[in-house]
C-alpha cells in the first residue's frame, strides 16, 4: 500500500462521509446544530482565554500601580504623598479615591496619570466619569485635570479618582509617603494598593468555573445532542463498514467527514465575534463589564485557538461517539443496541448525586475543595442521570406494553415497547431537559449566594427612609472647615447634628440644629433646649434607628451654623442633612461640597446605606450567573428541540406504515404522549428534584441553600407544558411522514 | 466433500471444524463441520433459529465461537484480532446481506466503491471497476440507493460482495425480499459466481428453488449441518 493510495484512501473516506452527512435523515436539522454547538464551544473557549487574558493582564497593572512605602533603606528621591480614600455613586458599589501631592520635586506619579494635577485637581478614570455624570463626578473632588489611561486600570471601566487635595497634605498617618509603584520601584507595600476589584473580584477559577459550568457544559450538551441526531443511521453504517472489514480508522475518517463542513463552518464564524474584541474595548451588555482590547492582545492569543480547539474538540467527539456506537454482532447490522451501557450509567447515577449533594461536606469548610467536589458530582450527575431517568422509563414502558396490550390501548402498547427497548433514545430525549434544569438550578443557587444578602439588605432599606443624608467627613477636621462646609449646603437642605448620650446608654441624644431643620422634623424650635420622647418624624427615627448609641430622650438645641460647626467636628456626632420640605437631600451636590470644604471630602450616604455597600460587589457578580445562566439554559432549550425533531423524525418513520392499518393519526398522538411526554414529565420531576438537591451545597460557610418550593413547581410546570407542546411536534411529524409514506 | 474431514483440503476456501456455541441455553452448534471448496457453491436451510446466520457472522468474525476452528483460505477466524480480520473480511470475504444492507445515503457506486477502498488493494481505479461491475449487473445509475428497486438492491449488494474477488462469497437470505423473477434472477448470478470466478460460495435460504440450484444442500439440525434432500431441507 503506497504512501499516495493511503492519502488517496482517506480523502475518498472523508467524501463518502461528507456525502453521507448531506443525504442522512435529519441531514438538515444535523448539520445546522453541528454548525451552532461548534460555534456555542468556540466562543465558551474563547471566553475561557478572554477571561483568563483579563486577569492575567489585571494583576500585571495592579502590581503596577501598587505603591511602594518610603522606609529608612529608600534610595529612591522622588516622594509622593499617599492616601486612600473612597466614594460610591448612589446605589452602586464603592470606589477608590485616592488623595496624592507631590513631597518633593521629583515626586513619582502613579501609572495611568501622566502630569501632576494642580492643587483643588482630580484625575478621573473614563468609566467614573461617564458612570457619575448624572451626578456632576467631574466636578465633585475639584476641578477635572484629565483621565486616567488605561495602563493605570484594573480595566476600561474600572472607576478611580487621583484627588489633589487644594490643601497641602502632610507626611503623617494615616497619609503615607511613596517612592515608587509597581515591583520595580521596590516592595510593594500592602494596604496601600488604589481600587477595589483585588477585594471585589471573584479568583480566576471560580469565573471559569461558572463559564464552564453554565457555558460549556451546555454547548458539549448542544454538540452531544447534535453528534446523535440521526444516531440509528450512523450506527448501521459503522456496523456494515465493520462487516466490510473497515478498521476504526475507517469509521473515524467516515464520521469526521460526516461532520467536517457544519462543524468548520460554526467554529470559524465565532471569529467575527472575536475579532472586534482584540482591536476595540467591548462593553458586556446587561452587565456593563468593559473588556480591554490591550489584555485581549497581549494575553488572549490562545483566543485565536478557540475556534481550532472547538473544531477538534467536535470532531474527536464525532470519531468517540461513532466508536462508542459498538461493534456489530451479527449479519444484521441494524440491531446494534447499546442498551446495557445505560443500565451501568444509571447505576452510576445514585453514588454522582450522592457525591454532588454531600461529597462538598467532606472537604470542612475549605470552600475551593467544597467548590470542586461539587463540581465533580455534578459532571457525573449530568452524564448518569438521563440514562438514570431512561433505566426507569425502560421499565415502565414494560407495564406500559402489558396495559396497553390488555386494555387494547394501540398507543400505549407501541410507546411502551419502543421506550422499554430503546432507553438510549429516551436518555437522548431527556439528557437537555435534566442538564437544564441542573445548570438554571445552580445559576440560581450562584445567584443567591452572590445576592442574597444584598437583596435582604435592600428589603430591609427599601422601608426605610432615604430622604435623609448623614456627612461623614474622612480623617480630622476642623471647626473652620466644618463652617465652611455648612456654607456649602445647597438652598432647601438643612443640617441638625445629633450627638450621644453623655454616658452610653443613658441620657439625651441632643439634636442641634436651626428653627427650619427642627420644624422640618417635626421638633420644637424653642430658645431653650426641649426634651422631646417621642420622634414622630420617619427621617428623625431612622436616624436614631442606624446611629445612636443609646439614649432615652431626645434634648433638641435650636443651634446657629458656628455651633452647628462646631458640634460636627467630633466623630462620635452624626451630621445630617435634610430637606426642609421633606424631600430628597442633594446628596451629589452635598458630597461635592465635601471635597470643597474638607481636605479629604465625606461620607455621604442615608442611614445603614454602608451595610449595602458591603452586598453590591456580589449583586454585581451575580449579573454574570444570570447572563451566563440565561444563555446556558437558551442553548439547552436549542438541544432540547433538536433532540426531540431527530427522535421524532426517527419514531415518525417507524410509525409511518401504521397509518395504513388504522387509517388515522390518532395512534400518533396517543404514542407520542407515552414515548416523549411520559418520559420528558418523569425527566422533570427527577431533574428538578436532583438538581435543587445537587444546588444544596453552593452556599456560603454554614448557610444552606434551598430552591423555593414554588420555583421548583413552577419549573416542573414549565417542563411539563414544554414536554405536551414536544408530544404535540411529535405527533405532527409523525402524521406528516405518514402522509407522506402513503403518498 | 464430506461433513468429518479432520484437516483442510488444498483447494478449500472454507474449513470449519467441531464448531460449538450456544446463546444462554440453546445449543446452536454441537461440533459442527462444514468444507467448502474454491468454485463450489452450498445451501445452507434450517428452520428459523436453528443459527444458520449465526454460521455466516462466525465465519466473519462477528460472533467468537465457544469450541472449534473455522479456517478461510488457510487463516483461522477464531484466532485472528482487529486489523487480521478487517483484513480477511475485505480482502477474501464478499457478503451478501438479507435486505442488502446498503447505506441509504450513498450512491450505489459509492456502496460498491466503500468495500474496495475499505480492502486498502494496490489496484487502481476501485471506482471504474465499481461502475464496471454495476453495469454488468445492469444497476441504473443513480444519486441516492433509495432510488432503486429491490432486485436492483440486491444486485447492488451483490457487485459489492464481488468488487475485491473474493475467494469466499456469504449470502445471507439474499433473495428473501425480492419477487420471484427478481429471485431467480439474483440466484442465477449468484450461482454462476463459483464456477465463473472459482470462489466458494455459502447460502443460507429458505427458499427452495434457490437451494436447489447449489451444488450442495445442507440442513442444519441440532447443531450439526447433514445433508439433506432439497424438499425436505425447506420444508423442515
Known amino acids: 500500500m503506497s504512501g499516495a493510495g493511503h492519502g488517496n484512501l482517506s480523502l475518498r473516506l472523508l467524501r463518502i462521509g461528507r456525502d453521507a452527512g448531506r443525504r442522512s435523515e435529519a441531514a438538515g436539522t444535523r448539520a445546522a446544530a453541528l454548525a451552532l454547538s461548534a460555534f456555542a464551544v468556540a466562543l465558551c473557549l474563547g471566553l475561557l482565554a478572554m477571561v483568563h487574558a483579563s486577569y492575567v493582564g489585571k494583576e500585571l497593572r495592579r502590581d503596577a500601580r501598587t505603591p511602594v512605602a518610603q522606609t529608612e533603606r529608600s534610595q529612591a528621591t522622588g516622594a509622593t504623598l499617599w492616601l486612600v480614600g473612597s466614594d460610591a455613586l448612589k446605589g452602586q458599589r464603592i470606589f477608590s479615591v485616592v488623595f496624592i501631592a507631590p513631597h518633593t520635586s521629583n515626586a513619582p506619579l502613579p501609572p495611568g496619570v501622566d502630569r501632576w494635577p494642580g492643587p483643588g485637581e482630580a484625575v478621573l478614570s473614563p468609566g467614573l466619569l461617564k458612570a457619575g455624570a448624572g451626578e456632576g463626578i467631574a466636578g465633585r473632588y475639584g476641578r477635572l485635570s484629565g483621565t486616567i489611561g488605561q495602563e493605570g486600570l484594573d480595566d476600561p471601566g474600572e472607576w478611580l479618582a487621583y484627588v489633589r487635595p487644594a490643601k497641602d497634605m502632610k507626611a503623617q498617618a494615616p497619609i503615607e509617603t511613596v517612592v515608587g509603584f509597581g515591583p520595580e520601584a521596590g516592595r510593594p507595600a500592602e494596604g496601600l494598593q488604589p481600587g477595589t476589584g483585588i477585594d471585589n473580584d471573584k479568583p480566576e477559577w471560580m469565573f471559569q468555573g461558572l463559564v464552564i459550568g453554565l457555558l460549556l457544559v451546555p454547548s458539549l450538551v448542544l454538540l452531544f445532542t447534535a453528534l446523535h441526531a440521526g444516531a440509528h443511521g450512523r450506527d448501521r453504517r459503522g456496523a456494515l463498514v465493520d462487516a466490510l472489514g473497515g478498521l476504526r480508522r475507517d469509521r473515524a475518517l467516515i464520521a469526521v467527514g460526516e461532520a467536517m463542513r457544519p462543524v468548520t463552518w460554526g467554529a470559524f464564524a465565532s471569529i467575527p465575534f472575536f475579532a472586534p474584541a482584540a482591536f476595540v474595548d467591548v462593553r458586556v451588555p446587561f452587565v456593563g463589564y468593559v473588556t480591554s482590547s490591550a489584555d485581549v492582545r497581549q494575553h488572549g492569543w490562545p483566543v485565536l485557538l478557540a475556534p481550532v480547539a472547538a473544531l477538534v474538540t467536535a470532531l474527536a467527539l464525532a470519531v468517540i461517539s461513532d466508536q462508542l456506537a459498538g461493534r456489530v454482532k451479527g449479519t444484521r447490522p441494524a440491531n446494534a443496541s447499546r442498551a446495557r451501557r445505560q443500565r451501568y450509567l444509571a447505576v452510576l447515577c445514585a453514588p454522582a448525586i450522592l457525591l454532588a449533594s454531600r461529597g462538598p461536606e467532606l472537604a470542612g469548610e475549605s470552600s475551593q475543595y467544597r467548590t470542586w467536589i461539587s463540581w465533580t458530582g455534578l459532571a457525573l450527575v449530568v452524564l448518569t442521570l438521563p440514562a438514570g431517568v431512561a433505566v426507569v422509563v425502560a421499565k415502565l414502558g414494560g407495564a406500559l406494553e402489558r396495559t396497553g396490550r390488555q386494555r387494547g390501548w394501540a398507543g400505549a402498547l407501541i410507546a411502551g415497547r419502543r421506550i422499554s427497548h430503546y432507553p438510549t433514545v429516551t436518555a437522548r430525549l431527556v439528557t437537555g431537559v435534566t442538564v437544564a434544569l441542573i445548570v438554571f438550578m445552580q445559576a440560581l443557587a450562584w445567584q443567591a449566594m452572590f445576592g442574597t444578602y444584598n437583596a435582604k439588605i435592600e428589603e430591609i432599606l427599601s422601608t426605610a427612609d432615604r430622604n435623609v443624608a448623614e456627612i461623614g467627613p474622612r480623617g480630622t477636621v476642623s471647626t473652620k472647615e466644618a463652617a465652611a462646609y455648612l456654607e456649602h449646603i445647597p438652598g432647601g437642605n438643612v443640617p441638625v447634628v445629633l450627638a450621644p448620650p453623655p454616658t452610653a446608654g443613658d441620657g439625651p441624644i441632643t439634636i442641634s440644629g436651626g428653627c427650619a431643620a427642627l420644624e422640618s422634623l417635626r421638633l420644637p424650635c424653642s430658645p431653650t433646649p426641649a426634651r422631646v420622647d417621642v420622634a414622630l418624624d420617619r427621617r428623625l427615627q431612622e436616624l436614631l434607628h442606624w446611629d445612636t448609641q443609646g439614649g432615652t430622650y431626645l434634648k433638641v438645641v435650636r443651634a446657629d451654623h458656628a455651633e452647628l460647626a462646631r458640634q460636627s467636628v467630633p466623630s462620635t456626632n452624626t451630621l445630617a442633612v435634610v430637606r426642609a420640605d421633606g424631600g430628597v437631600p442633594a446628596v451629589a451636590a452635598l458630597k461635592e461640597a465635601s471635597y470643597r470644604a474638607y481636605p479629604r471630602g465625606a461620607q455621604v450616604r442615608f442611614p445603614g446605606e454602608e451595610w449595602l455597600a458591603d452586598g453590591i460587589p456580589d449583586r454585581d457578580q451575580g449579573r454574570w450567573i444570570r447572563l451566563f445562566g440565561v444563555l446556558g439554559v437558551g442553548i439547552l432549550v436549542l438541544a432540547i428541540g433538536l433532540s426531540g425533531k431527530a427522535e421524532f423524525l426517527r419514531q415518525g418513520r417507524a410509525l409511518a406504515p401504521l397509518t395504513v392499518l388504522t387509517g388515522g393519526y390518532r395512534v400518533f398522538r396517543s404514542s407520542a404522549a407515552w414515548a416523549i411526554v411520559a418520559p420528558l414529565a418523569l425527566a422533570a420531576l427527577a431533574g428538578c428534584v436532583v438538581a435543587a438537591w445537587t444546588a444544596r451545597p453552593v452556599a456560603r460557610p454554614g448557610m444552606a441553600y434551598f430552591v423555593p418550593g414554588d420555583l421548583m413547581a413552577t419549573a416542573v410546570a414549565v417542563v411539563i407544558a414544554v414536554s405536551v407542546v414536544m408530544g404535540l411536534w411529535a405527533a405532527r411529524i409523525a402524521g406528516r411522514q405518514a402522509r407522506g409514506w402513503r403518498a | ?236
Open chain 2, 1 to 236: 466433500m464430506s461433513n468429518s474431514d479432520t484437516g483442510p483440503a488444498p483447494d478449500h476456501v472454507l474449513h470449519i471444524q467441531d464448531l460449538d456455541y450456544s446463546v444462554r441455553d440453546r445449543t446452536l452448534f454441537k461440533g459442527l463441520q462444514l468444507s467448502v471448496g474454491a468454485g463450489e457453491s452450498v445451501a445452507i436451510t434450517g428452520p428459523s433459529g436453528s443459527g444458520k446466520s449465526t454460521l455466516l457472522s462466525s465465519i466473519l468474525g462477528l460472533v467468537k465461537p465457544h469450541g472449534g476452528s473455522i479456517r478461510v483460505t488457510g487463516a483461522d477466524v477464531t484466532k485472528l484480532r482487529g486489523k487480521q480480520i478487517a483484513k480477511l473480511r475485505s480482502e477474501t470475504i464478499g457478503t451478501v446481506f438479507q435486505f442488502g444492507e446498503l447505506l441509504p445515503e450513498l450512491s450505489p457506486l459509492d456502496n460498491v466503491a466503500l468495500a474496495a477502498l475499505l480492502s486498502r488493494s494496490d489496484r487502481a481505479g476501485g471506482y471504474r471497476q465499481a461502475q464496471e461491475l454495476l453495469d454488468e449487473l445492469r444497476v441504473p445509475r443513480a444519486e441516492t440507493t433509495e432510488e432503486l428497486s429491490g432486485g436492483e438492491h440486491q444486485r447492488t449488494a451483490v457487485a459489492r460482495a464481488l468488487i475485491n474477488s473474493p475467494e469466499l462469497i456469504l449470502a445471507d437470505e439474499p433473495t428473501g425480499s425480492l419477487d420471484p423473477d427478481a429471485t431467480a434472477r439474483i440466484a442465477e448470478l449468484l450461482f454462476d459466481l463459483p464456477r465463473r470466478r472459482r470462489c466458494g460460495l455459502v447460502l443460507v435460504t429458505h427458499d427452495v428453488e434457490v437451494a436447489a440450484r447449489a451444488d450442495r444442500v445442507l440442513r442444519l439440525e441440532a447443531g450439526s449441518l447433514v445433508p439433506a434432500r432439497v424438499r425436505e431441507a425447506v420444508e423442515a
